[in-house]
């Protein structure tokens, strides 16, 4: 194969990956040589029920393109089974895409506490275990890819949808640590924040457009990021409707009051515009970088 993007002898997972961006996903993969476990519990948005026929149409796709699939019907709450299906079927895990995911949207004052653990359950606990389970493979081997699904509703808040923002938020929290954590074996971690007309979304977005936001459009960055090629961890990247973008933390160069004398509530009012202000921001990289105008303000004000 010409490409730089190819998966010879690589096995990658896809978790709910029966339908909508990981059918999409799966099949991408699949058309770049990879051997792929497609998983899908094949339950509804909402989470209920389960049904074998997703996994299993997507696996039939892609062998009748001349690709190589196994189905798996786990939820991704049991990680581990998932896990061991892809090294019984294919004796090793080189990319775990954690994609499968419900919604339980309501507003917080109406929410209980089930459509509030679901969505953690599925969404957080569920990329957590299927990764807990790939990674010590990954470490073993000195490589490995991992994509987390997170969304612009938890970057920037959607209403009635603060438990899934929290678990989406949540997921991108977790990829900023794995990123740190998988660097020295070569796994390297991101997180994508997709738009994609699923059945998801459907009836949320105006039908010409549901139509022109294709899922396909979405996957060409996760094969890319779960390539060997793929240098890049600790993203996130903002994707759909054939448009990529990265996103980053930006922080204001903030206010030193100083530390010795204290400063009080009305010293904060007086500053909030400045406080507020981002002209001159910093991108910090990490936790160090983050605390540098903290300590430099020590610095100043030292005794
Ligand atoms: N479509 C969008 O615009 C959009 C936006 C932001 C984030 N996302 C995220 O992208 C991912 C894919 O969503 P989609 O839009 O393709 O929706 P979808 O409903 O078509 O796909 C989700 C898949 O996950 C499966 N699934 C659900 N619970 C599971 C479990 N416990 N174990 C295994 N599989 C399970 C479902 O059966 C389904 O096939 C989700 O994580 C979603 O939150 C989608």
Redesign the pocket.
């Known amino acids: 194969m010409s490409e730089s993007v190819q998966f010879q002898d690589k096995v990658v997972i896809v978790?709910?990956?029966?339908?909508?961006?990981?059918?999409?996903h799966a099949l991408l993969f699949a058309a770049h040589g990879a051997k792929v476990l497609v998983?899908?519990?094949?339950?509804?948005?909402q989470?209920e029920g389960?049904?074998a026929s997703?996994?299993d149409r997507v696996v039939a796709e892609i062998r009748a393109a001349g690709g190589i699939a196994e189905a798996n019907?786990?939820?991704?709450?049991?990680g581990d089974k998932?896990v061991q299906n892809a090294l019984d079927a294919f004796g090793r895990i080189d990319v775990v895409v954690?994609?499968?995911?419900?919604?339980r949207d309501k507003t917080f004052h109406k929410m209980d506490d089930s459509d509030w653990d679901l969505v953690y359950?599925?969404?957080v606990e569920?990329a957590y275990k299927v990764t807990r389970a790939a990674w010590p493979h990954m470490r073993e081997q000195g490589y490995g890819r991992v994509i987390f699904?997170?969304?612009?509703?938890g970057i920037y808040g959607n209403f009635g949808q603060s438990n899934?923002g929290m678990?989406?938020l949540g997921l991108y929290g977790l990829t900023r640590t794995l990123a740190l954590e998988g660097r020295k074996n070569n796994i390297l971690v991101n997180a994508?924040?997709?738009?994609?007309?699923?059945?998801?979304?459907e009836g949320?977005?105006p039908p010409q457009v549901f139509e022109r936001?294709k899922?396909e459009l979405?996957s060409p960055l996760v094969v890319y990021l779960g390539s060997e090629a793929c240098e890049e961890t600790s993203g996130l990247f903002e994707v759909?409707g054939g448009w990529i973008g990265k996103t980053r933390w930006e922080r204001s160069l903030g206010v030193g009051f100083d530390p010795e004398a204290g400063f009080s509530p009305d010293d904060v009012a007086a500053h909030w515009a400045q406080i507020c202000d981002f002209e001159g921001a910093v991108h910090p990289k990490d936790n160090i970088e983050a605390l540098k105008e903290m300590m430099a303000n020590l610095q100043k004000f030292s005794l």
């Open positions: 978790t709910g990956a029966g339908g909508g961006l990981g059918r999409a998983n899908d519990l094949g339950g509804s948005t989470g389960a049904n997703a996994a019907h786990d939820s991704v709450t049991e998932i954690n994609n499968a995911g419900i919604l359950r599925v969404h569920g699904t997170a969304s612009t509703s899934y678990a989406k994508i924040a997709p738009t994609g007309g699923t059945r998801m979304t949320l977005i936001l899922p979405v759909g």
